[in-house]
């Protein structure tokens, strides 16, 4: 009992990072319609952004923040630069981009830092908790990942600019037509995402340590929960993401599944999610009316 | 009084390569009440959607004195132009309350704000007593007076109303059409009316346009084309 009650522990806390993952995925999803690849490699960037601030001797909470502003000006910039002048172009080319963008920032990030595996060091260290329940870094990480979520809610559910944002991804049009920059709120949109997938990038760094190809699982899981909870409900991609999490690792008492399978577990997840509930478990099914 | 609001030159619009208005030329005259009749396709819908920047024009738009042709949808929503939609427009997920405060998104005065909300309330008593029900699920007549206070939280000084009656009971629409004068008559607010149901809009307009396939066909007080049996056989079929 106290191994699945410890394993379900872990779950959440790697959960809280593909709960972030899968709403940076929602966020973005919201805005343009389309699923963007490349935010793994977005947050992989970010952390490596965080890892040259430590390693040029800025203390870690420091870095933390700065690490969480830069990747909003990254996000808002990739916006901008390659994404809005997309608006009107085919599904395809939006495709091409975001694997131009995954392959960019994938290969850069090995140019710049190269390719060999880094230690990424927690701020929480990695003391055992409450006997060898949860270790100290992972209850750090599930209080980090609350947080976010938290301010994330407060922020649109309270605040002019996140009703506007709402707004926006409901209906572009009359947000238009109220005088809202739809454009802007694209890119705050953008910006929001890259933090939060920074925030995720060094909470899990210390974890799965740092190199170029570190996001990769995370984000299928992350794509995984996104699915699973539904594109349409920043909601659900936090259920689903936590949820992920939680079965990712009880799988591992499952006869014959193990821990290899475990990958296999939440795109089969996938599957049969959208077999059943092609909206997701919280998405809306949207009727269009001909 | 008969300062010059708002006017096309040779206004011309397009979806994509199609020409849906052929150079038409109008004026709307401050704290009045413009009427564009014309049955169906007539390019109704798509002369409220150049004005507010929604479609590709050519021609001239001069509103407030400014040229404002080419100019995006959102800055003509801040310039003043507060255009309630074909459909209405509703944010249907969010409360009523949340509509409202939509409208007021490019004002900063939030005394103002919360007064205006006040004052739509008045208007609309219906809306006060939901205002924390989600937004889709009122009735349609509801969603239309919403549309309308989210419009006036604007601050207009041009309103665009796209059929306000479209899809209504008749005693909504009378409802509606009391607001509508009400706020004319109390708060001078200038509005520009597309509608198909032509005895409505002309009991309230002040000028009236008879626009057929792209093209007006006649202009003139909107009192003497009510009084007009053959224009009305014509082209209102009432």
Request: aromatic fraction near 10%; proline fraction near 3%.
């Amino acid at each position: 009992m106290e191994l699945v009650l410890s394993q379900i522990l872990a779950g959440l806390s790697t959960g809280g990072i593909y709960a972030c993952m899968a709403l940076a995925i929602v966020m973005i999803y919201q805005a343009i319609d389309h699923l963007n690849f490349a935010q793994g490699e977005m947050a992989m960037f970010s952390t490596f952004i965080a890892w040259q601030l430590l390693h040029w001797g800025l203390p870690y909470w420091l870095a933390f923040f700065l690490t969480i502003g830069i990747s909003f000006v990254g996000g808002v910039l990739i916006e901008r630069i390659v994404f809005k002048p997309l608006k009107n172009a085919p599904v395809l080319s939006h495709i091409v981009v975001f694997i131009a963008l995954f392959a960019i920032l994938n290969s850069g990030a090995g140019f710049i830092w190269d390719f060999t595996i880094k230690s990424f060091p927690t701020p929480f260290g990695t003391t055992p908790l409450f006997g060898t329940l949860i270790s100290s870094h992972d209850a750090g990480m599930i209080s980090v990942t609350i947080i976010v979520l938290l301010l994330l809610y407060a922020f649109f559910r309270y605040t002019r600019v996140g009703l506007a944002m709402r707004a926006t991804a409901a209906n572009p049009e009359s947000a238009r037509l109220v005088g809202i920059r739809v454009g802007w709120m694209i890119a705050l949109g953008w910006g929001m995402a890259a933090a939060i997938g920074a925030v995720a990038g060094m909470m899990i760094a210390p974890v799965v340590f740092l190199e170029p190809n570190m996001m990769i699982s995370i984000l299928l899981y992350g794509f995984a929960g996104a699915v699973v909870g539904g594109l349409t409900s920043p909601f659900g991609a936090v259920i689903g993401g936590f949820s992920i999490g939680i079965i990712e690792n009880l799988s591992g008492f499952i006869p014959y599944v193990g821990r290899e399978l475990k990958l296999t577990i939440a795109l089969a997840l996938i599957v049969a999610v959208l077999t059943v509930r092609p909206s997701g478990l919280f998405g809306r099914v949207i009727v269009t009316r001909v | 009084m008969s300062e010059i609001l708002l006017s096309a030159r040779h206004l011309c619009a397009f979806y994509g390569a199609t020409r849906v208005l052929h150079g038409i030329d109008f004026d709307i005259v401050e704290g009045s009440v413009t009427a564009f009749l014309g049955a169906n396709g007539a390019g109704k819908t798509s002369t409220l959607r150049a004005l507010s920047g929604m479609i590709e024009t050519t021609g001239e738009i001069r509103f407030g004195g400014q040229a404002v042709a080419g100019k995006t949808t959102e800055e003509l929503a801040r310039l003043g132009i507060a255009h309630v939609p074909e459909g209405r427009g509703t944010f249907s997920r969010m409360t009523i309350e949340e509509n409202l405060q939509l409208g007021a998104m490019s004002r900063k005065d939030r005394a103002g704000i919360a007064a205006d909300i006040e004052r739509v309330d008045g208007y609309f008593p219906r809306l006060r007593e939901r205002a924390h029900q989600q937004a889709g699920t009122m009735s349609g007549g509801e969603q239309q007076m919403l549309a309308i206070g989210r419009a006036l939280m604007m601050r207009p000084k041009l309103m665009l109303l796209d059929e306000p009656s479209f899809g209504l009971a008749p005693l909504m629409v009378d409802e509606v059409y009391a607001i509508l004068r009400k706020l004319k008559e109390d708060e001078g607010v200038s509005m520009l009316l597309v509608e198909q149901n032509a005895a409505a809009a002309l009991a309230l307009a002040d000028q009236a346009y008879l626009i057929e396939t792209g093209e007006i066909v006649m202009s003139g007080l909107a009192q003497e084309i009510g009084r007009d049996e053959n224009i009305r056989r014509a082209y209102l079929g009432y």
